[in-house]
C-alpha cells in the first residue's frame, strides 16, 4: 500500500464527503472518533464472525475489514489535517507483534495505540517531532505513524485486506455526505444544536 497516496486519497474523499468543512473539530474530538471507528471493528467481528468484506443494504461496504480502513482513513485525513507527512515513514511491524489473544485483544492494542497520538499531543502541545525522556523519537507524529503500522499488522494477522476494504470504503464514501446524514459532527455547531430544522 503506497502511504502517501492513500494518505492523499483519504483527505480528498473526507473534503468532497465533507466530513468537517469547516476544519471545526479539535484534535481531541478527532481522537475521540477513532476510538469510535476502531470499536466498530469489533461490533463487525461480533456480527460477522470472520475478516472478510461483506456488503450492507444498498451495497455499503461491512465487515472488520470495512471498518479497519475507517480507522486508517481516519488517521490519514488527521494526519494531512495537523500537517504530519506519513509518506514513507510508516515502518513495517512484525507479525509477530499481534496479540495472541485473538482479534478482541488485538482492538485492546488498537485503542491503545490511538490513546498514545493523544497522550503525545497532551504532553507537548503541537505536531512537531520531538525526543522523549529515553532519548527515542516521540511526539504526535510518531505515534500516528506507528498507529498506521499496528492498523496495517492487525489487518496482516488476521488476514482482513486493508488495501482492497480501503479501496471499497474510499468509492463508497465519495458518494456520500456526512451532513446529509443527519450526523452531529460538532454539537455547538449543528442544526439539532441550534433549534433549527433541514
Not at 172 to 182: A, F, M, P, S, T
Amino acid at each position: 500500500m503506497d502511504i502517501a497516496e492513500t494518505q492523499r486519497l483519504a483527505w480528498e474523499e473526507c473534503v468532497v464527503a465533507e466530513w468537517d468543512p469547516e476544519l471545526a473539530l479539535s484534535f481531541g474530538e478527532e481522537v475521540a472518533h477513532l476510538h469510535e471507528e476502531v470499536s466498530e471493528t469489533l461490533g463487525a467481528y461480533r456480527k460477522y464472525g470472520d475478516f472478510a468484506l461483506h456488503q450492507g443494504p444498498g451495497g455499503k461496504p461491512e465487515g472488520v475489514g470495512a471498518e479497519l480502513a475507517d480507522v486508517l482513513i481516519g488517521l490519514l485525513y488527521n494526519a494531512r489535517r495537523f500537517g504530519v507527512d506519513l509518506g514513507t515513514r510508516v515502518p513495517v511491524v512484525p507479525a509477530a507483534a499481534c496479540s495472541a489473544g485473538g482479534f478482541g485483544e488485538e482492538v485492546g492494542r488498537l485503542h491503545e495505540v490511538v490513546s498514545n497520538i493523544f497522550r503525545a499531543y497532551r504532553r507537548y502541545h503541537d505536531f512537531a517531532p520531538h525526543v522523549g525522556p529515553d532519548g527515542e523519537p516521540d511526539g504526535v507524529d510518531v505515534k500516528m505513524t506507528l498507529a498506521v503500522a499496528h492498523l496495517m499488522a492487525a489487518a496482516g494477522c488476521f488476514g482482513a485486506d486493508l488495501g482492497e476494504a480501503f479501496k471499497a470504503k474510499h468509492f463508497w464514501n465519495l458518494q456520500r455526505n456526512y451532513q446529509d446524514e443527519g450526523r452531529c459532527l460538532h454539537p455547538t455547531r449543528s442544526p439539532r444544536a441550534a433549534g433549527l430544522s433541514r
